[in-house]
């Protein structure tokens, strides 16, 4: 069971890697467009990129909250199964 879960998750990881290394040379043509185009580009880039990783973050932070309640639990039911 533990090793099905395993390879799953490696697969989803390689299907990750390409995705991100596609989005980011996306990202990177558009970013290179908008700062040649417009006068105030790199402003814009920068912006885009501040706010990216402000998300990024808070992201993060949601699920670290979401994982940490997860395992509460989990260990709260533990000690109730092990009181019994």
């Known amino acids: 069971m ?6 799953k998750i490696k697969r989803l990881l390689n299907g990750k890697k390409f995705s991100i290394v596609l989005w ?3 990202k990177i ?11 105030f580009g790199l402003f814009f880039v920068l912006g885009y990129v501040i706010f990216s990783l402000e998300s990024l973050m808070f992201s993060r932070h949601i699920n670290n909250k979401e994982i940490e309640l997860q395992l509460n ?12």
């Open 2 to 7: 533990f090793l099905e879960q395993e390879q």
């Open 24 to 26: 980011s040379a996306i």
């Open 29 to 39: 043509f558009a970013a290179v467009i908008i700062i040649m185009k417009f006068e």
């Open 73 to 84: 639990i989990i260990n709260h039911r533990l000690d109730e199964l092990s009181k019994k």
